[in-house]
């Protein structure tokens, strides 16, 4: 079991300093995510030559991230165009930076009436029209396309999910955080079972909550350690689906020390299990 641990830049904070920033905190790559205020397209571009340098200099590797807000869904067409142009162009400023696989979000309306039939089924006749785009732009430049899991299975259900993967032919990226909302109980095995390491599982995100809604706002993202989610059990689960590859910590705290004790604990934690 071979892990690659990175962390994501936060999109409010100058974006060289970001990479200077996780690199001296000892992780191997950053996830860069594409997203305002300060790490929009334009901010990346203008600071392209800056950035390539500086990543170059430092022996940091890049996973690609899109804004979680991108509605590829969105019920109206002008407005989900508008989506889509943002998604490709990330999708483009990602491709100058020589990255090989980004994230992308199946995100639905906050609203519940879509989230019903027969919106649901629209909605989702939408995601998949939008995606195809995303990944025929992805190919062009020597990309994969990932989309993250929103929770444990109610705004999308695992079988919608590997729609989409199978009609759009793209890769699953697991949150281990996100599927602990919005269930009962954290079931990683049904994520995995369907989706394996080695096929079209190629990304994991981790980060710490309390389980409970994810529409409510309780995808914290804590240090690890300090939420409910056994963080023993899913290294353990890990080890036996065989998953070998990147996992980013997505700990999002003021201080920074939070996030270097959290790459300590699961960097020692998955080291003892394997």
């Not at 001296?24 to 901010?43: C, M, N, Q």
């Not at 170059?56 to 899109?66: A, N, Q």
């Not at 700990?251 to 020390?257: T, Y």
């Amino acid at each position: 079991m071979k892990l690659i641990f990175g962390a994501m830049n936060d999109p409010s904070k100058d974006i060289v300093e970001e990479v200077r920033s996780i690199a001296l905190l000892g992780f191997d790559y950053i996830d860069l995510t594409v997203e305002g205020p300060r790490a929009s397209t334009r901010d990346i571009m203008d600071r392209l030559r800056e950035l390539r340098d500086e990543i170059s200099r430092l022996d940091l590797d890049i996973v690609g991230h899109t804004a979680w807000f991108l509605e590829l869904a969105h019920p109206y067409e002008r407005i989900r165009r508008v989506f889509l142009e943002e998604a490709l162009e990330a999708l483009d400023i990602l491709a100058k930076l020589d990255v090989d696989k980004v994230t992308f979000h199946p995100f639905l309306l906050a609203s519940s009436l879509y989230r019903r039939q027969p919106y649901r089924s629209k909605l989702l006749e939408y995601l998949i029209s939008s995606l195809r785009e995303v990944s025929i732009r992805a190919d062009d430049n020597g990309m994969k396309v990932m989309i993250e899991n929103m929770d444990g299975g109610r705004m999308w259900r695992i079988d919608e999910y590997a729609r989409i993967i199978s009609e759009v032919d793209v890769y699953f990226h697991l949150d281990v955080a996100h599927a602990n909302l919005d269930v009962e109980s954290l079931n990683l095995r049904s994520f995995l079972d369907r989706f394996k390491p080695g096929d079209r599982l190629l990304h994991i995100h981790i980060s710490d909550n309390v389980g409970g809604s994810a529409s409510k706002g309780w995808d914290l993202h804590l240090p690890i350690g300090v939420g409910s989610i056994d963080w023993e059990e899913v290294f353990r689960i890990l080890k036996d689906y065989g998953y070998s590859g990147t996992i980013t910590l997505e700990v999002f705290s003021k201080d920074r020390d939070y996030l270097r004790m959290s790459l300590d604990k699961v960097r020692n934690l998955s080291s003892r299990i394997a």
